[in-house]
């Protein structure tokens, strides 16, 4: 039993200076070799490519109602994007372009894009506001659903400040009018013509927030992110030269690091043989 556990203990030994041997034979190899192995590039690049923005067209606004309707009235600005996965990008494009129409809507602006072999695509559209959530949950059986949320904003107490603040730059401005036809000299004149000129002003930048207030609530915005589903995994392909050339690379690296290595050791191991001899002999004396 003894004797079968040393045996053991040398082999493993044994089997552990040959693997550290090869190892440090790779090594000085490599650093002594007159050429150096390359690595081998990767097979597949994948680029985005952003589609420019498209402007947005802006609708005929419609008739301003009054304060007071909206009192009664909220003035919500829904807003919704959807994420669908699908196969059929364009059929799904024109499926929402003519739901838009078919709604009294219209289409904001469009892109495509790609991600290596996975296409996608963007389509906005404003839709009346009556019609938003059926447009809404049309849109989400055109694929799967991947992501979805609306958001509301109320903006009826804003509606009602700018409209409030715009009577009476209006009735200012009516009042200024009358001024300037009753002025006498160049000097008043000049004067109230610049301070209807600010009032003007004032009335145009307020007008525009009212206007742009009105269309955001007439007309709802839905955004959908379209894309296809990702391509199943193929395994690169191989080249069987190049691995083999590789291969024996590093197969004559060990050669020549064992070489360099065995040469390298051979007057150490000489010195200590003979030391070894003369310790063995004087133990024997």
Known sequence: MGGGKMVSKRIVAVSMVVAALLIAS???GTLYSPYRMTGVG???RETGIVAPKMGEAIPTPTPAPTPAEYAEERMVIYNAYISLETRDLEGVLAKIR???EGYGGYVVGTSR???GAQATAEITIRIPQDKFHMAVQ???GYGEVLDEHTTSEDVTERYIDLKARLGNLERQEKRLHEILDMAKTVEEILEVERELTRVRGEIESLQ???NYLERSVAMSLITVSLKEPPPPFTPPGVDWGETFEIALTGFFTV???LIILIV????IAAIALLAYYLYRRRRRR
Request: charged share 10%; glycine share 8%; aromatic share 16%.
């Open 26 to 28: 790779f090594f000085i």
């Open 42 to 44: 990767d097979l597949y």
């Open 98 to 100: 003519v739901l838009a």
């Open 113 to 115: 894009s790609s991600y």
């Open 138 to 140: 049309q849109i989400e």
């Open 208 to 210: 525009g927030q009212i």
């Open 255 to 257: 050669i020549r690091g």
């Open 264 to 267: 390298s050791i051979l007057p």
